[in-house]
Structures are given as structure tokens and as C-alpha cells.
């Protein structure tokens, strides 16, 4: 399907994984024009891309960008049951899989490539960089989840009975947590659509869930250092869902040479969805600006160089067919 408005067409296909359980993806594509480069989107935890990151989608493909998506497994509309995260590990493998098959397309191997992560979803960006940590061009990490804050971080006998627990119970939804729509979305707009998509779990954590997101958030921050792709954050100054302390960290410890921290006073988690249009709007501009500056500066393909190069000749062409054509009379007259 695609808008006469935004010319941006939207593509939906199922894929299987390695383990043949059946997962939901999604692109966005401006139409008639060649893409400045891919963006792989990774969404939040408990949320899914063809409805909660549709904005995201339609903003970048309105600016040129090639923009796919996955629903992670027991997230929106792939397999497996709700809101359960059975292996973080196998999450991260199976977005790895489907992004780096579309990069390896011919017409894509001269694209570069760029991961967009939203709070888990910035934890999904930062463990597909460590598989392949030259493979990726950037990555735009929007209030990302990527180390436990210290009040939050449970201590070590309790991470010891959770982890034996999960081998008993690793489905049921035990732990404790407040109703994070309120605190994460500004917008009540954006609140209403949140609660009222089927494809956001809005139950507890599971207990398999709660481990693995606790298990790779204490990876994440002992392995800071290792973040090397060139990267921009984006976060809200109110965020109390990520704290904006944590990205600051984050920037100070990678050891990428190329990196941007955007802190914006006043804004909330949902940074790119749930404020109001303006700040929405002014984030994006932002994220843009950070990918056109790495994107475009590509300049011309080879066929646009080689239409330059053709038009830089003719002038030569044309002098030259002149004197070939005088010196063809001159000896037809002897």
C-alpha cells in the first residue's frame, strides 16, 4: 500500500527464524527516488513496529531513508507467547539475521547502514553491533536501555533466587512494576493508541523476561568500552523510565570516535512518539540532520558520476569533432 500524500509505501512480509517460529517484519520506502541509506528499527520492550513505530518509519522514509523493521518473538504480531523473552541472545540473533540478509541484497551492498533503537530496543542495537562490530555504519540510540540504574539494581541473592526461579516458573508474571504509559508518554493521545494496540503486551514482566532484560543490562554496562560504531543519543532530560545518566555514561565510556548526546530538558521516555509535535518534531530534525550528514556526503552514485562525466566531456567531444571534420575537407580538397 502506499499515500498519495507522503509518497512512502509500507510493506508487510512474515519470515521464519532459525528455530522456524514465524515473526512479523515491516518497511518503509519513499517512492520513485534511490534510497540515501537502510535504517533497521528496533522497538521497545512490550511494543511492536507497524503501529507504535509507524511515525518513526514514515519520518525517515519521508526524508529518503530505506527503513525496515521486526517484531521481535512474543512481541506484536510474531509467534510466541506475549510480552516472554525467552533468550535476549536468540532476540538480537534473529534481528541480526533479517537485517544483514537485506544489506547483502545486490542492490543494497553499496548502502550504508544504520540501527535506530528505542529503550530495549537500544540494548537490541548495541548486542547486534558487538556481533559484528565493523558491520554497521551508526546507530541512533533513542532513550536507550543499556545499564540498571544503581537504585534499581537488585542485590546479588536476589538475582541468585531469580535465575533458579526462571527454570521453574520462567512464564509467569511475578514481578512487580508500575503502569510505565503514564510516566513514559506525554501525549494522553499517544497513551490512548498505546492501550488500545492488542500488539502491546500491557501485563507484568514474566519472570524469564525481568532475568534476561536484567542479565543483559549488566552486560551492556560492564562492556561500554566496546561500543565503537559511530552513534547519536537522543534522550529526554524527565525520562523516569531510562535515565538520561546512564546515556551519559554510555558516551563517556565507548570508544567510538564519532558519537553525539542530545539531552532534551523536559522531555519524557517516548521521545520520538508521545510528546507533543513540535518536540517530536524537533528530535527528528535532529536525528536527520545526524544521518544526512554521514548518509549524503556519499554524493553521487556511479551513475550520476558517470552522467557528470559524460556532460564534462561534451564540450571536449564537440571541439574535437570540429577539427576532425575541418581536416576531413582539407584532404578531400587536395
Not at 78 to 103: A, K, M, N, R
Not at 209 to 225: A, W
Not at 259 to 267: A, I, V
Request: charged share 25%.
Amino acid at each position: 500500500m502506499s499515500s498519495s500524500q507522503t509518497n512512502v509505501r509500507y510493506e508487510e512480509e512474515f519470515i521464519l527464524n532459525s528455530h522456524g517460529l514465524k515473526l512479523f517484519t515491516c518497511r518503509w520506502v519513499a517512492e520513485n527516488q534511490d534510497p540515501k541509506a537502510l535504517i533497521f528499527i528496533c522497538h521497545g520492550y512490550a511494543m511492536e513496529c507497524s503501529i507504535s513505530m509507524e511515525g518513526t518509519g514514515m519520518q525517515l522514509a519521508k526524508a529518503g531513508y530505506d527503513v525496515h523493521g521486526i517484531d521481535y518473538e512474543g512481541h506484536g504480531k510474531s509467534s510466541g507467547l506475549q510480552g516472554y523473552i525467552p533468550s535476549f541472545e536468540d532476540l538480537v540473533t534473529d534481528c541480526s539475521d533479517h537485517f544483514t540478509t537485506i544489506c547483502e541484497r545486490k542492490e543494497n551492498k553499496t548502502k550504508k547502514r544504520y540501527l535506530l533503537g528505542e529503550s530495549m530496543g537500544g540494548a537490541v542495537a548495541l548486542q547486534i553491533h558487538r556481533k559484528k562490530p565493523t558491520y554497521w555504519d551508526g546507530a541512533v540510540l533513542v532513550a536507550p536501555m543499556c545499564k540498571i540504574a544503581e537504585e534499581m539494581r537488585p542485590h546479588p541473592i536476589v538475582i541468585n533466587v531469580l535465575t533458579k526461579l526462571c527454570r521453574i516458573i520462567p512464564t509467569w508474571r511475578i514481578i512487580p512494576t508500575q503502569d510505565i504509559i503514564d510516566t513514559a508518554i506525554k501525549n494522553p493521545e499517544w497513551r490512548d493508541v498505546v492501550r488500545n494496540n492488542s500488539y502491546c503486551y500491557k501485563g507484568r514482566p514474566r519472570l524469564r523476561t525481568g532475568h534476561e532484560l536484567l542479565m543483559v543490562s549488566l552486560d551492556i554496562e560492564h562492556n561500554l568500552d566496546k561500543v565503537s560504531l559511530p552513534f547519536m543519543i537522543v534522550h529526554g532530560g524527565a525520562d523516569t523510565v531510562t535515565d538520561p545518566a546512564v546515556s551519559q555514561a554510555l558516551y563517556d565510556k565507548a570508544s567510538s570516535k564519532d558519537k553525539t548526546f542530545k539531552l532534551y530538558p523536559g522531555m519524557w521516555h517516548a521521545l520520538t512518539s508521545g510528546e507533543p509535535k513540535e518536540n517530536i518534531d524537533l528530535v527528528f530534525s535532529d536525528i536527520i540532520a545526524w544521518l544526512d550528514e554521514r548518509s549524503v556526503s556519499i554524493t553521487n552514485s556511479s551513475s550520476e558520476i558517470e552522467k557528470k562525466s559524460m556532460h564534462d566531456m561534451l564540450p571536449f567531444v564537440t571541439e574535437n569533432k570540429k577539427m576532425t571534420d575541418a581536416m576531413l575537407d582539407e584532404f578531400d580538397s587536395t
